[in-house]
């Protein structure tokens, strides 16, 4: 019956495992979120400095120009990250589901003994 107890501990690390791996993904996000509003910000500045805010213009700023495809950059990474998050929320589910399954199980198998042990102390006394 320790079988049980191995397989409840495997899912409990499991879902630990999914939950870290959520919570790494949010901080990607933010991360990547953070760092386009300073682009964003950077790229306001340069703009008013050199007054021209068509990007088409020959004189548009060089720095605008890459400050823009960095942040293009970063918020289509952070699509995908949202992506993966949400595959990574399905997955964290399941283990979460297959941990309540063992350790029902485990329970059950808990009272079952404690009736066998319980039921041979009766006949013995």
Avoid: C, W
Avoid at 25 to 54: S, Y
Wanted: proline share 1%; hydrophobic share 40%.
């Amino acid at each position: 019956m320790k079988s049980r107890e191995h397989l409840v501990r495997l899912k409990q690390f499991q879902v630990n495992e999914k939950r870290r791996q959520l919570l790494q993904l949010d901080m990607m996000i933010a991360e990547f979120e953070r760092m386009a509003v300073e682009l964003e910000l950077q790229i306001t500045a340069e703009e008013k400095k050199a007054g021209i805010t068509d990007i088409n213009h020959f004189a548009y700023p060089t720095f605008a120009k890459a400050a823009r495809l960095r942040r293009d950059n970063l918020r289509n990474s952070q699509s995908d990250l949202a992506q993966q998050r949400s595959a990574a929320e399905s997955l964290l589910g399941e283990a979460e589901a297959e941990l309540s399954k063992a350790e029902m199980l485990e329970s059950r198998d808990t009272k079952v003994r404690e009736a066998e042990t319980g039921g041979r102390s009766a006949m013995i006394g």
